[in-house]
């Protein structure tokens, strides 16, 4: 597509359910992102793919967050267990896969965990 | 680990003026980028502009310029002739070879009519 898409654009959900955020980047980007942004603060890196694997999985919080590329394209975070604590936009970018790309953003998806 | 620190959570400037944005970071890495983007109300982060730390000259695009001092690492942002549609958050940010993108907390710029 021309730019990066993310669903749902707001989800809200009860504490203890597991949710899904999902990411469409820009076609070729074999790079793609994610980032949890908390309410006026800066973006913080979640994960990190290459293709179909994670190259960097460092910034995930703990076991509940998982994040799948299985095709190399499309990726979907998922969040077990959710906390109001995971309250947050979940920002995802792609890249090409060259040091010094520029990542492009989706407009995020906005969690509210009651 | 890489840091980078705005230390202006929010700066105002009046229509046609120009601001300057600070942003300071801390590397052991002699090459790396540095970038400014900029986040309106919908969410959507947009890049204003790119610097290759190796390029001594400051990057510019349009009203937008950077001073970048690398020996001071430090990378501010100029906005000239500020617009309204400037209002936004806006980040600093780097990344070297561990292609992970690390941000500041942002500046918010308000422009005012």
């Known amino acids: 597509g021309a730019g990066v898409s993310q669903t749902p654009s707001n989800k809200v959900t009860e504490k203890g359910k597991y949710v899904e955020l999902r990411c469409d980047p820009i076609?070729?980007?074999?790079?793609l992102y994610w980032y949890r942004q908390s309410l006026g603060q800066g973006p913080e890196f979640l994960i990190y793919?290459?293709?179909?694997?994670?190259?960097?999985d460092s910034g995930l919080p703990n076991d509940r967050f998982f994040a799948v590329r299985p095709e190399g394209s499309v990726s979907t975070l998922k969040i077990q267990r959710t906390e109001r604590g995971d309250s947050a936009v979940y920002l995802c970018?792609?890249?090409?896969?060259?040091?010094?790309?520029?990542?492009?953003f989706g407009a995020g998806s906005r969690l509210t965990v009651l | 680990a890489q840091t980078v620190t705005q230390s202006q959570p929010e700066m105002s400037v009046q229509e046609a003026e120009t601001v300057t944005l600070s942003c300071t970071y801390d590397?052991?890495?002699?090459?790396?980028?540095l970038f400014w983007y900029k986040q309106p109300p919908s969410r959507q982060m947009i890049l204003v502009i790119r610097q290759e730390a190796y390029k001594q000259q400051n990057a510019t695009e349009n009203r937008f310029s950077v001073n970048f001092q690398k020996a001071a690492k430090s990378f501010s942002l100029k906005i000239s002739d500020s617009q309204l549609g400037d209002t936004a958050m806006y980040f600093c940010?780097?990344?070297?070879?561990?292609?992970?993108?690390?941000f500041g907390a942002g500046t918010t710029v308000t422009v005012r009519a």
């Open positions: 793919f290459q293709g179909t694997g994670a190259a960097d």
């Open positions: 590397t052991s890495e002699s090459n790396y980028y």
């Open positions: 940010a780097f990344i070297s070879n561990d292609y992970k993108l690390s």
């Open positions: 970018a792609s890249s090409l896969d060259t040091y010094g790309n520029v990542l492009t």
């Open positions: 076609s070729g980007h074999t790079a």
